[in-house]
């Protein structure tokens, strides 16, 4: 993993909320490993994501590598605002993304590198 990649993980996605805005979906997503669990805001006229599909999510602190960039599907840029530790030694972790947030919560060893600063979600099929 490339010292920029700060997150790289596979979720399923467990439900999808459209009922906001015409174009924004929330969706909440599960990890492979049942570990992390995400809510993230998404265009879902440009990104669609229905429930039970699997995709990679990474958060980078910047795109330098061209591979990065050229692999994702989908990517968006937003700052860290909150960090704040959960039960159970978990750590949750809310980022916005020009108003689509995002907030996952999972355990302290995947999420450490994540702080109040920019961040890239990068997420591909």
Do not use: C, W
Request: proline letters at 2%; a negative charge.
């Amino acid at each position: 993993m490339s010292e920029s990649v700060l997150l790289d993980e596979i979720f399923t996605v467990t439900s999808v909320d459209k009922q906001k805005y015409q174009r924004v979906s929330r969706i909440t997503a599960v990890s492979g490993q049942n570990d992390m669990n995400l809510t993230l805001d998404i265009n879902s006229q440009i990104y669609p994501l229905e429930k039970d599909a699997t995709f990679s999510l990474q958060i980078t602190s910047n795109l330098n590598s061209p591979d990065l960039k050229e692999a994702a599907d989908y990517i968006m840029y937003g700052k860290v605002y909150r960090v704040e530790e959960a039960k159970d030694e978990k750590v949750s972790v809310y980022v916005s993304f020009g108003g689509l947030l995002m907030a996952i919560e999972g355990s302290h060893r995947k999420l450490y590198r994540l702080s109040l600063d920019h961040v890239y979600l990068l997420l591909r099929r």
